[in-house]
């Protein structure tokens, strides 16, 4: 099933179950379902708002092929600023939330640019991302990693950064597109030598900077991520990713936690949606 599909569902309101061809071990990929609420949140905006910043909590895992709902609320709303709050509800259970920040267009106060491309080389320089990881999802992206330094030996922290793009590019990229690109990768501490253990994402904060529409679907982005720290059984990283002719598109902030093999509902959150006035659903 391609990613184009699986959104376009989502903006008439549908949630078709999701096939296995985005699973990994059984479960459904953190990208997808992501990219799935980035998606639902950003339809009903206000045309000329845009999404600025978006916050995944991965609650409980998400099964294939199974059927799902999604409930929306709309926290505030205003020419200026738009928050939501949406959920992926699964078998009675919250497995996913998201909360979603618009802005709408205002004049710029000040241009800054901070951001400086790192030198990638070529695609071709580079090796297969799934010589790092094994998964069914992988079979949607083409990815090429082109510096993966382990320990920090070759710059001051732990790195991993490549070319990326989908095998099958979409239409139009959008931030939900990029979401499930970003997230495709590794965590960057999954690289390392000397950790064991199963690793599960608890959140993700992505911050979006240009507006993906005007980016070339087919056209290959950077993608860089650092160990910001980690100690005993969660990690923190931080990735950027930025276009070939170097400008910046998003950042992200990445929370991961070492759980034992097998551990996969380990965070009981065993209460149901709220029934509200200001919550709607979609299934």
Same mark, same amino acid.
């Given at each position: ?17 999701? %096939? ?21 949140? /950003? %339809? ?136 499930? /690109? ?102």
């Amino acid at each position: 099933m391609h990613i184009d599909a699986i959104l376009s569902r989502i903006k008439q309101r549908i949630c078709t179950p999701i %096939d296995s061809s985005w699973a990994q071990k059984g479960i459904l990929f953190e990208g997808i379902t992501g990219a799935v609420l980035c998606q639902a949140a /950003m %339809d009903g905006t206000e045309r000329g708002s845009r999404l600025r910043q978006l916050h995944l909590e991965f609650v409980r895992p998400v099964l294939p092929a199974e059927p799902y709902i999604i409930s929306e609320e709309c926290i505030a709303q205003g020419s200026a600023h738009t928050s939501k709050e949406m959920r992926l509800i699964q078998g009675g259970k919250v497995r996913v939330t998201a909360r979603a920040g618009f802005f709408g267009h205002q004049p710029p106060a000040f241009v800054m640019q901070s951001f400086s491309s790192p030198s990638l080389g070529e695609r071709p320089d580079g090796q297969p991302l799934r010589r790092l990881v094994e998964a069914e999802f992988l079979e949607h992206f083409d990815y090429q990693v082109i510096d993966l330094d382990r320990r920090g030996e070759t710059a001051a922290t732990p790195t991993l950064a490549g070319w990326m793009r989908f095998k099958h590019p979409p239409k139009v990229l959008t931030e939900a597109h990029l979401v499930a /690109m970003i997230d495709a990768w590794p965590p960057l501490v999954q690289a390392l030598p000397d950790t064991s253990g199963a690793l599960r994402t608890l959140n993700w904060s992505f911050h979006f900077f240009e507006r993906m529409d005007l980016v070339c679907p087919n056209a290959p982005l950077g993608y860089r991520a650092q160990l910001g720290f980690g100690t005993q059984d969660v990690s923190v990283s931080t990735t950027e990713v930025w276009t070939r002719e170097g400008t910046p598109l998003a950042r992200s902030f990445q929370t991961n936690a070492i759980v034992s093999e097998g551990q996969t509902d380990c965070l009981p959150i065993n209460s149901q949606p709220e029934n509200s006035a200001s919550i709607s659903r979609f299934a």
